[in-house]
């Protein structure tokens, strides 16, 4: 059941799904669908618990199974000689042998939980190199590494390093945004990436910076309502650096996405438009 000094091996994904090591996406995403269904917590309110807990791990073989990297190093953990099928477990943990990388990984998310930022900042530091983020998963389970991404935001946030923050919170809003999630942490963290845009770029980045931000924002997802007020801020700071036409641009799409978004009427006076929120 386990190894002798390491824990448990991983779960083995494809008898999560039901299905043969060899299915395509299009059967994955079917078995997911289908035991999704059955396992709901709203259709095993007897056993509310269990079903919760089974459907997080259906959730979270999917997302393996369904990403063709995360896939790779599932199969590549299950031909290794001293893994069988009969070890599966409940457990949703990564321990991959031999680098010790899932041990940081846990020494790291559970110095966060502690508070020790700066302990847990600079072993993440080391684990990312020269790379702008590192993947957590697979060395922490699905929710426990968007939660320690998270966390990991906060922390560089508070110390003022917006641009390492924004990095992580947008890793979590993609990875919860993408196909069908139990979103863990999506609320809180797009309302912090939409805090950030719209209240610190404006406040402290220089006009063609936040150009740059607001148009990186634009490309993320957001809600519509969200995407206009980014619209409003870019046409704000397009026409503090010369560009009426562009301004004028923004403040329509603003507009049309969000008809009824606040505070444009003076911008729009300033454009020589007529405005029709208020």
Same mark, same amino acid.
Request: net charge positive.
């Given at each position: ?38 396992? =709901? ?54 321990? @991959? ?5 899932? /041990? ?5 998310? *559970? ?20 790379? /702008?983020?590192?993947?957590?998963? @697979? ?30 919170? *947008? ?8 196909? @069908? ?26 006009? #063609? ?30 026409? #503090? ?16 996405? =969000? ?20």
């Amino acid at each position: 059941m386990q190894r002798s000094t390491q824990g448990t091996w991983p779960v083995d994904y494809y008898v999560v799904l039901q299905v043969e090591r060899h299915s395509g996406p299009a059967e994955i995403k079917r078995a997911f669908r289908r035991l999704l269904k059955r396992y =709901h917590p709203d259709r095993n309110r007897s056993n509310a618990a269990w079903a919760e807990q089974r459907t997080r791990e259906i959730v979270e073989a999917y997302h393996v199974l369904s990403d063709e990297r995360r896939r790779k190093f599932h199969d590549q953990q299950l031909r290794m000689e001293s893994f069988s099928v009969s070890t599966v477990t409940s457990s949703m943990s990564y321990d @991959p042998p031999g680098d010790g990388v899932a /041990a940081k990984c846990r020494e790291l998310f *559970e110095s966060l939980l502690k508070g020790k930022i700066e302990a847990a900042l600079g072993l993440y530091e080391r684990l990312r190199g020269d790379k /702008a983020t590192f993947d957590l998963y @697979p060395h922490l389970s699905l929710k426990d590494h968007l939660d320690c991404k998270f966390l990991l935001g906060e922390a560089y946030e508070r110390q003022g390093q917006i641009d390492n923050a924004l990095a992580l919170y *947008e890793e979590v809003f993609r990875e919860e945004l993408e196909g @069908p999630r139990l979103r863990y942490f999506f609320d809180e963290v797009q309302e912090r990436i939409v805090t950030i845009y719209c209240q610190h770029v404006a406040r402290t980045a220089e006009p #063609k910076d936040a150009v740059r931000y607001y148009q990186h924002a634009l490309k993320l997802g957001l809600p519509n309502k969200d995407k206009a007020e980014i619209r409003k801020r870019l046409a704000e700071t397009l026409l #503090k650096i010369g560009d009426r036409d562009g301004a004028q641009r923004e403040l329509r799409e603003a507009i049309k996405l =969000h008809p009824g978004i606040k505070g444009v009427q003076r911008l729009a006076a300033r454009l020589g438009m007529h405005a029709v929120s208020s």
